[in-house]
Structure formats: structure tokens, C-alpha cells
């Protein structure tokens, strides 16, 4: 049994040119197994961060706040340089977190793909799929569960695609292969009670910072810790891409 958390990065909508120029989706799949050994990591992870800087555990780490914080006065107490460093700490430390875990990337440039209304049932139509690809050759069952978003749509969407999913073949033609690996509807999580969700957090924001690099963050080598979770990457996801993004 497995479980897949997922965020996302950028807004859904099509870029006008004052929104998001993408939309990321990012999904972390750990096995049910791995899952307490994981959970203690993370709280053991946070603890230390609260002895550090005095970041309490119960704060959610946010990528955005901890770079620019807006919503969340604890992180402007705290210096940058020691926020930056927070944010890349937790990302060297993902391997010992999540072991055994895969990531699944969807990566979505709305000035590309301007075939698109909207992009996130796009987005989470290539990740259910890849989702359910995986659970089939792992012979396993698994469930989603998401930041809280959409839900009614998504819910539309995932029964829909149990039923109907029409694909495309390299062969010519469409196929029809029906989610039968991934059970129930997806569940919704704040993020701010989920350590899980708040890691994939970091992972959207990381590959975000890599397709969109910001130059008054490249002197923190924010554009190169995506790079650092290459041995996590489902790249089977994309194989005409070097790290399985999925970008259409």
C-alpha cells in the first residue's frame, strides 16, 4: 500500500502575464511501511529546527514564507540568511526522510501550452495516471491525498477517469486504460497540519525556482537544489525528459 501527498506551485488559470507562467504539481510517494519511520524523521528534523532558530514545530514550513514571509510573523523574527539556510537544510535531509520514496513531477509553461483554459485537471490527469502506472507494476494499491484545493472537481475527475480515461497512442489511435489501482476519492489536508504535504511543498518550490530561476535568489543556489532530489525522481514518469518531469 502506498500513500502519494501533493502540492502544487503557480495558479491554475492561464497566464495573463501578472499571474504564474506555470503550474507544478508535485507528488511524493511513500510506501505505508516506511510511513512511521518517516513521520519521525520529519518531527525529529523540526525539533532541532526549534532548538536552532526557535521556529516552533507547530509553525508550517511554507517555501514562499520562509524566503519573503507575509502570512506568518515567526519566520520574520528569524534572519534570512538562517531561513535560507532552514529551507536547504530540509532539502539535503529528504533522502534520509523519505528513503525509499518516489517523486512524480508535473511541470506545466501555460506560454507553451496555450492550448490549455485551465491547467490543473491537466496536471493532475498526467499524475493520477503516472499514480496509477506505478501502483500497477508495484502490483499495489494506493491512495492521494492534497493540499486542500478543488475538491469537488477533483473528486469529478478521478471518478471519471475510473470509468473513462482516453489516451493517446504511440501506435495510433486511443486507448482507454481505467484507474483501477488507487482507492477512494482523494483525501484533503490543510497543509499546516501535515508534515508530508508541507515536504512537497518544498519539492513544487524547488522545481519551480529551477524552471524559473530569480536572480535575487541565485546567489543562494536556490536554482540548484531540485537537482540534489535526482536519485528520488520517478523518471519513468517522462522518459523524454532526464528527470521524468512531465511537461504536457
Known amino acids: 500500500?502506498?500513500?502519494?501527498?501533493?502540492?502544487?506551485?503557480?495558479?491554475?488559470?492561464?497566464?495573463m502575464g501578472s499571474n504564474s507562467p506555470h503550474y507544478i504539481l508535485s507528488g511524493l510517494i511513500i510506501s505505508i511501511d516506511d510511513w512511521s519511520n518517516s513521520i519521525e524523521r520529519l518531527i525529529k528534523f523540526r525539533e532541532s529546527i526549534q532548538k536552532s532558530t526557535g521556529?516552533?514545530?507547530?509553525?508550517?514550513?511554507?517555501?514562499?514564507?520562509?524566503?519573503?514571509?507575509?502570512?506568518?510573523d515567526e519566520y520574520k523574527s528569524i534572519h534570512k540568511s538562517v531561513r535560507?539556510?532552514?529551507?536547504?537544510?530540509?532539502?539535503a535531509e529528504m533522502h534520509n526522510f523519505f528513503p525509499n520514496s518516489k517523486i512524480v513531477n508535473i511541470c506545466l509553461d501555460k506560454v507553451t501550452l496555450t492550448q490549455y483554459d485551465e491547467y490543473q485537471e491537466v496536471?493532475?490527469?498526467r499524475l493520477i495516471q503516472r499514480y496509477d502506472t506505478f501502483l500497477r507494476k508495484t502490483k499495489s494499491k494506493g491512495i492521494i491525498v492534497?493540499?486542500?484545493t478543488n475538491e469537488a472537481a477533483l473528486r469529478k475527475l478521478i471518478r471519471k477517469m475510473r470509468v473513462y480515461n482516453p489516451i493517446e497512442s504511440k501506435f495510433g489511435g486511443t486507448h482507454n486504460p481505467v484507474i483501477n489501482n488507487i482507492v477512494e476519492d482523494i483525501f484533503h489536508r490543510s497543509s499546516t497540519h501535515s508534515y508530508?504535504?508541507?515536504?512537497?511543498?518544498?519539492?513544487?518550490?524547488?522545481?519551480?525556482?529551477?524552471?524559473?530561476?530569480?536572480g535575487s535568489l541565485k546567489k543562494?543556489?536556490?536554482q540548484y537544489l531540485f537537482d540534489t532530489l535526482d536519485g528520488l525522481l520517478l523518471k519513468v514518469?517522462?522518459?523524454?525528459?532526464?528527470?521524468g518531469i512531465v511537461r504536457r
Open 84 to 91: 535560507v539556510q532552514l529551507l536547504k537544510s530540509f532539502v
Open 55 to 72: 521556529l516552533s514545530k507547530r509553525v508550517e514550513l511554507h517555501s514562499s514564507e520562509v524566503i519573503r514571509p507575509h502570512k506568518l
Open 196 to 214: 508530508f504535504i508541507q515536504a512537497v511543498d518544498v519539492i513544487a518550490y524547488c522545481l519551480y525556482r529551477k524552471e524559473y530561476p530569480k
Open 123 to 125: 496536471a493532475w490527469k
Open 1 to 15: 500500500m502506498y500513500l502519494m501527498y501533493v502540492d502544487e506551485s503557480g495558479d491554475p488559470g492561464k497566464f
Open 220 to 222: 543562494f543556489g536556490f
Open 146 to 148: 492534497a493540499d486542500d
Open 237 to 243: 514518469a517522462a522518459s523524454s525528459d532526464p528527470q
